[in-house]
């Protein structure tokens, strides 16, 4: 933005606290098909366990029909599925 000759900078983007489903996929840069089958294969996986590390699986929230994810809660997934696979 150009204000009486001055150059002003543009303002602070900031980062939102949840994502969508196709944000989070484009976050980790695997196409939403991909992401979205891994989320239905980890969401039967669970369904059969008694009890499980929070991190074994992508965490995320329903919010009324949406499901929603952190980036730093992906953040600490790959991490935790990095060190224990």
Do not use: C
Not at 8 to 35: C, N, Q, R, W
Not at 45 to 66: E, H, M, V, W
Request: aromatic content about 10%; cysteine-free.
């Amino acid at each position: 933005m150009i204000t009486k000759g001055m150059q002003t900078s543009a303002p602070a983007v900031t980062t939102k606290a949840l994502m969508s489903a196709e944000e989070a996929a484009h976050y980790m840069g695997i196409p939403l098909e991909d992401f979205q089958m891994l989320i239905e294969a980890q969401i039967k996986q669970k369904a059969n366990l008694p009890s499980y590390d929070t991190y074994r699986f992508i965490p995320y929230i329903d919010i009324g029909s949406n499901r929603l994810f952190n980036q730093e809660e992906i953040n600490k997934w790959i991490e935790y599925n990095m060190i224990n696979k």
